[in-house]
């Protein structure tokens, strides 16, 4: 989803042709396998910890500095004010529209007044407003329609939060509420995005030359083009979120 919004050629390659990533390069293949591997093994302690594993015996394992010194900030901050109930690396869907949208959550922690959603980067912040973002919408929405069959418990929109903790800033934490407006605002947008994906049968390239710059494909689509300043979440790798094409 995030990839049609993007740009619709990159959905046609990765989606629809199921093509593999381009590195232009020796240094640019270099560079991405880096932060990609970071990501990675982040992510991996981090699930690691929060499912029992003493914190000296995660950090004993992390060989990478700048991993080690994420690992041991998110010991100290990561999961300060999260409710104790908690199921890491789960998954959740929501029938929408005759699909069923999924969603991959790094953590899913509840008490009895709210339902949080944990998401760990390891890029940068977005300048973009993360509450209409695609991920956002999807995260909640399939929280809010069937996060009960994770947590057993339904919770109503305004109880339901997001947090995205960004490991490189200062201040990593960034917590977005929920109302039943947005809920019903995000259920138009994604029936409209869905209606969009299936209809769809033509895909420009995009004309913003700077998600060119960090494009998996931009060696093979537009390789007159330098390549910028990559971030482990434009990894090749399993969908955060997807729409099921088979029937609800």
């Given at each position: 989803?995030?990839?049609?919004?993007?740009?619709?050629?990159?959905?046609?390659?990765?989606?629809?042709?199921?093509?593999?990533?381009?590195?232009?390069?020796?240094?640019?293949?270099?560079?991405?396998?880096?932060?990609?591997?970071?990501?990675?093994?982040?992510?991996?302690?981090?699930?690691?910890?929060?499912?029992?594993?003493?914190?000296?015996?995660?950090?004993?394992?992390?060989?990478?500095?700048?991993?080690?010194?994420?690992?041991?900030?998110?010991?100290?901050?990561?999961?300060?004010?999260?409710?104790?109930?908690?199921s890491v690396e789960t998954w959740a869907t929501a029938p929408l529209a005759e699909r069923v949208l999924i969603a991959r959550y790094?953590?899913?922690?509840?008490?009895?007044?709210?339902?949080?959603?944990?998401?760990?980067?390891?890029?940068?912040?977005?300048?973009?407003?993360?509450?209409?973002?695609?991920?956002?919408?999807?995260?909640?929405?399939?929280?809010?329609?069937?996060?009960?069959?994770?947590?057993?418990?339904?919770?109503?929109?305004?109880?339901?939060?997001?947090?995205?903790?960004?490991?490189?800033?200062?201040?990593?934490?960034?917590?977005?509420?929920?109302?039943?407006?947005?809920?019903?605002?995000?259920?138009?947008?994604?029936?409209?995005?869905?209606?969009?994906?299936?209809?769809?049968?033509?895909?420009?390239?995009?004309?913003?030359?700077?998600?060119?710059?960090?494009?998996?494909?931009?060696?093979?689509?537009?390789?007159?083009?330098?390549?910028?300043?990559?971030?482990?979440?434009?990894?090749?790798?399993?969908?955060?979120?997807?729409?099921?094409?088979?029937?609800?």
């Amino acid at each position: 989803m995030r990839d049609f919004l993007t740009c619709r050629y990159l959905y046609l390659l990765k989606h629809r042709r199921g093509l593999e990533p381009a590195v232009g390069g020796v240094v640019e293949g270099s560079n991405r396998q880096l932060a990609a591997r970071r990501g990675q093994q982040f992510h991996r302690a981090v699930q690691q910890y929060l499912s029992g594993l003493a914190s000296d015996s995660v950090r004993s394992m992390i060989k990478d500095d700048t991993v080690r010194a994420w690992f041991e900030k998110f010991v100290k901050y990561g999961m300060s004010g999260i409710p104790d109930r908690r199921s890491v690396e789960t998954w959740a869907t929501a029938p929408l529209a005759e699909r069923v949208l999924i969603a991959r959550y790094d953590l899913l922690a509840w008490d009895s007044e709210r339902l949080v959603i944990c998401d760990w980067k390891t890029g940068s912040r977005p300048i973009e407003d993360p509450d209409t973002q695609i991920q956002t919408m999807v995260y909640r929405y399939v929280a809010a329609c069937s996060g009960q069959a994770v947590t057993g418990t339904a919770y109503l929109p305004e109880q339901i939060e997001i947090r995205y903790w960004y490991v490189r800033d200062d201040d990593p934490a960034n917590q977005i509420a929920y109302s039943q407006q947005q809920f019903k605002r995000d259920e138009v947008r994604l029936r409209e995005l869905i209606a969009e994906i299936a209809a769809c049968n033509a895909f420009p390239k995009t004309d913003d030359v700077d998600v060119c710059k960090t494009c998996l494909f931009r060696a093979v689509c537009r390789p007159e083009i330098p390549s910028g300043t990559w971030e482990p979440e434009f990894e090749h790798t399993p969908e955060s979120m997807s729409i099921g094409w088979g029937e609800s």
